[in-house]
C-alpha cells in the first residue's frame, strides 16, 4: 500500500465531530503537507497494530504477535513508528534501530511520525465509537504532543 491509500483508508472513516477537533485539522494538514514526501521503495509486511495486546509470551518464552487481520505489504515505517513511538524512549531509537538494521535517517523519522499521526486519528475515533471518551482524549493529547 501507499501513503495516499492508506491516508484515504483512513480519513473517509473519520465523523464531522473528529474532523472539526483544532488537533485533527492541524494532523491532517502536517499528512497532508508531508505525504508526497514519506514515500519508500522499501515494501515488507506490515503489522499495522503492533500495540501490547497483540503480543504473546508463551511459558517457554516463546513471543508471538498475533492478530495479523490488518497486515499489509507497505513501508516498515509503519511497524517502527508504532512501536518506537508508543513503547521506546526516543533517546533509544538509535541503538534500537540500529539492532534492527535501520539507520535513524531524517526521512526515517518523518515516515514514521506521520504514520503515527495517521494510526492516532483512527485510534481517536476508534474509541469515540465505542463511547471511550477517556482513551479518546488520551490519543487528542498523545497527538497535539506528536505535532
Same mark, same amino acid.
Given at each position: 500500500?501507499?501513503?495516499?491509500?492508506?491516508?484515504?483508508?483512513?480519513?473517509?472513516?473519520?465523523?464531522?465531530?473528529?474532523?472539526?477537533?483544532?488537533?485533527?485539522?492541524?494532523?491532517? =494538514?502536517?499528512?497532508? =503537507?508531508?505525504?508526497?514526501?514519506?514515500?519508500?521503495?522499501? @515494501?515488507?509486511?506490515?503489522?499495522?497494530?503492533?500495540?501490547? =495486546?497483540? #503480543?504473546?509470551?508463551?511459558?517457554?518464552?516463546?513471543?508471538?504477535?498475533?492478530? #495479523?487481520?490488518?497486515?499489509?505489504?507497505?513501508?516498515?515505517?509503519?511497524?517502527?513508528?508504532?512501536?518506537?513511538?508508543?513503547?521506546?524512549?526516543?533517546?533509544?531509537?538509535?541503538?534500537?534501530? =540500529?539492532?534492527?538494521? @535501520?539507520?535513524?535517517?531524517?526521512?526515517?523519522?518523518?515516515?514514521?511520525? #506521520?504514520?503515527?499521526?495517521?494510526?492516532?486519528?483512527?485510534?481517536?475515533?476508534?474509541?469515540?465509537? @465505542?463511547?471511550?471518551?477517556?482513551?479518546?482524549?488520551? #490519543?487528542?493529547?498523545?497527538?497535539?504532543?506528536?505535532?
Amino acid at each position: 500500500l501507499q501513503p495516499e491509500a492508506i491516508f484515504q483508508s483512513v480519513v473517509v472513516d473519520l465523523d464531522e465531530e473528529v474532523l472539526s477537533l483544532p488537533v485533527v485539522k492541524k494532523t491532517l =494538514n502536517f499528512l497532508l =503537507n508531508e505525504v508526497a514526501n514519506v514515500f519508500s521503495n522499501e @515494501k515488507v509486511v506490515c503489522h499495522g497494530d503492533v500495540n501490547h =495486546n497483540n #503480543w504473546l509470551l508463551t511459558e517457554d518464552n516463546q513471543l508471538y504477535l498475533i492478530d #495479523w487481520d490488518g497486515a499489509m505489504i507497505a513501508d516498515p515505517a509503519i511497524d517502527l513508528g508504532m512501536l518506537l513511538y508508543w513503547y521506546i524512549p526516543e533517546d533509544n531509537w538509535n541503538s534500537w534501530l =540500529n539492532m534492527y538494521g @535501520k539507520p535513524l535517517t531524517e526521512n526515517l523519522k518523518l515516515r514514521m511520525k #506521520w504514520y503515527v499521526a495517521l494510526q492516532t486519528l483512527s485510534s481517536i475515533q476508534f474509541y469515540k465509537n @465505542k463511547d471511550g471518551i477517556q482513551e479518546m482524549e488520551k #490519543w487528542i493529547v498523545f497527538l497535539d504532543e506528536l505535532l
